[in-house]
């Protein structure tokens, strides 16, 4: 059922660069200046670990390779 409201569309090295990137922007809120914007690091880190974005899900867009039937040649 998760499967229908969050489904995968994020290739794995996109999620990894979410996560990359939301960790770095949640570190600017503890460590850097400090300003709120930094939790802003919350979404895709969030989206990364599910490898679900909602945005993509919304608009039809996947990063996923296709997965093809086999199909006897």
Known sequence: MLSK??????HPIERGARVV??????TLF???PKTPW???GII????GLLGSCPL???FGIST???K???TPS
């Not at 990137?21 to 949640?26: A, D, F, K, N």
């Not at 895709?44 to 989206?47: F, G, R, S, V, Y």
């Open 5 to 10: 409201i969050l489904p995968k569309n994020e």
């Open 64 to 66: 996923c390779k296709m």
């Open 30 to 32: 503890f460590v850097g």
């Open 44 to 47: 895709p880190l969030a989206t």
């Open 38 to 40: 930094g939790l802003l």
């Open 21 to 26: 990137l939301g960790l770095l922007l949640i």
């Open 56 to 58: 993509y899900t919304l």
């Open 68 to 70: 093809t039937p086999n």
